[in-house]
């Protein structure tokens, strides 16, 4: 409990900073994490030498070319990176691919009090590309975990129309069935 409360701490001191200070937090844990340790090298040119922790990549095999952009949806807030993802979405006429850590959440679990990992600021900025004509060319955002356990299907028997979200899993909620409200769950 202490150590999950130290964590808590640290979360929210890093979601306070201005996003400037966050991105440059992330770029660092990113070098370390996937360079020193992991020795991924090939992303210290997509990263501009680790300046920064997202990222895009065109894979062509064939007929097929595929764009993948890895945001950093810790701080979405950041200017730089909303003007990358716009740049990366322009002129592109082959299927794109989007991953991040979180999912985008609806304003309203802000107002339920969720905590702020679970709506990070900026996911304004990228939400319209889901439905608009900037996000035509956008099949698929694939998210690492809510903090929440729990699952829904879809409402439509199944179907999910493009583009479509996928979570992997959730992380760091109770497994109690009696959980807080806080706990956010996505939309149907």
């Known amino acids: 409990m202490r150590l999950g409360q130290f964590e808590g701490a640290i979360q929210k001191q890093f979601y ?8 440059a937090a992330d770029a660092g844990i990113f070098k370390k994490d996937y360079s020193d340790r992991a020795h991924y090298s090939y992303l210290g040119p997509l990263t501009l030498g680790f300046q920064r922790s997202y990222y895009s990549q065109i894979i062509v095999a064939g007929s097929l070319k595929v764009k993948l952009i ?7 807030d950041s200017i730089e990176q909303q003007s990358f993802f716009q740049k990366e979405l322009q002129g592109f006429d082959g299927k794109i691919l989007i991953f991040g850590h ?3 959440v609806t304003d309203d679990a802000k107002q339920q009090g969720a905590d702020s990992w679970d709506a990070p ?3 304004d900025k990228f939400r319209p590309y889901v439905t608009n004509e900037q996000g035509k060319n956008i099949a698929l955002w694939l998210f690492g ?3 929440d356990y729990q699952r829904r299907g879809a409402s439509n028997g199944g179907v999910v129309p493009a583009p479509a979200f996928v979570v992997a899993g959730g992380g ?5 069935a009696h959980a807080p409200v806080y706990q956010w769950q996505p939309e149907a």
Not at 70 to 76: G, I, K, Q, R
């Open 16 to 23: 306070e900073l201005p996003p400037r200070d966050k991105a």
């Open 70 to 76: 890895a945001l950093d949806t810790n701080h979405l």
């Open 102 to 104: 979180h999912p985008p």
């Open 121 to 123: 600021d900026g996911w």
């Open 145 to 147: 975990h809510v903090h």
């Open 172 to 176: 760091g909620a109770s497994l109690d």
